[in-house]
């Protein structure tokens, strides 16, 4: 267990970058998904606003230590109810995105905490509206046998962590 710890320990900001990056790969979700999100975000306050410096923005929250530990965690707790290898009544929270939960949300406020009040703001409305992937993976968490709990969350909070991070870049225009 000692070595365990010592080689996670080890990974640096990159090499955890480059693992969030793949296990949301793995579980449907790319960067540019949560680019387009982004976008559509920031788009009628910033009409010159890209989708590269959208995506540009994706990758500086993932960057993100803070991020990329919630990432994994959130991503882990929605393979383990998966898997059934919770016990309950997690379990049936988990796997049926049980309403009342909320430590979901609280997850992916850990994520837009880092810029400040607006990116509460995005997150509540991408959480409410489920744009683009957010609702694919919302529908898809409620099929039998995936669990999106977690990561239709954590996507909506790196997207609205990037529209936070472009809306501060661009707020003395």
Avoid: W
């Avoid at 320990?9 to 949560?34: F, H, P, Q, S, T």
């Avoid at 991020?67 to 059934?84: S, W």
């Avoid at 992916?108 to 609702?135: E, H, M, R």
């Amino acid at each position: 267990m000692q070595t365990q710890n010592a080689d996670a320990n080890r990974l640096n900001d990159l090499e955890k970058y480059d693992m969030v990056v793949k296990r949301l790969e793995a579980r449907g979700v790319i960067l540019e998904d949560m680019a387009q999100i982004t976008l559509d975000l920031q788009m009628k306050y910033i009409p010159q606003l890209t989708f590269e410096l959208c995506l540009e923005h994706v990758k500086r929250v993932v960057m993100k230590r803070e991020v990329q530990h919630a990432v994994l965690t959130g991503l882990e707790l929605d393979i383990l109810a998966e898997q059934n290898k919770l016990s309950e009544p997690l379990l049936s929270m988990l796997n049926n995105d049980y309403g009342l939960y909320g430590i979901d949300e609280v997850l992916a406020l850990s994520i837009v905490n880092v810029y400040g009040s607006i990116g509460f703001t995005n997150f509540g409305y991408v959480d409410k509206t489920k744009p683009g992937i957010i609702g694919r993976l919302d529908a898809e968490g409620k099929k039998e046998g995936r669990c999106n709990t977690f990561l239709d969350d954590i996507v909506g909070a790196i997207a609205a962590a990037a529209a936070s991070s472009i809306a501060h870049r661009f707020a003395n225009l």
